[in-house]
């Protein structure tokens, strides 16, 4: 099943985060399908950008969104 998810990207104590779809059975890091937006922590305010018809698509043909790009997406 795919499903939509962050990956870590960037240094030690200084994470950044790609919003990915990708196989439910791979690792965190590991290779991906498509990569759909980004999420910074660090900056003030937070940046986050998602593109939204590409969430709608992958939702549509059944991808299984994480709670944390849930929760993200719903800013």
């Known amino acids: 099943m795919t499903t939509v998810r962050l990956?870590?990207?960037?240094?030690?104590?200084k994470p950044?985060?790609?919003?990915v779809v990708t196989d439910s059975r791979k690792?965190?890091?590991?290779?991906?399908i498509?990569?759909?937006?980004?999420?910074?922590?660090?900056?003030?305010?937070e940046t986050i950008k998602i593109?939204?018809?590409?969430?709608n698509y992958w939702k549509s043909v059944g991808a299984k969104v994480s709670?944390?790009?849930a929760k993200i997406a719903g800013k």
């Open 7 to 13: 990956t870590r990207m960037g240094r030690k104590k």
């Open 16 to 19: 950044f985060y790609r919003i």
């Open 27 to 32: 690792r965190r890091d590991s290779g991906w």
């Open 34 to 45: 498509e990569s759909i937006g980004y999420y910074n922590p660090l900056t003030e305010p």
């Open 51 to 55: 593109d939204m018809d590409r969430l």
């Open 67 to 69: 709670d944390r790009v």
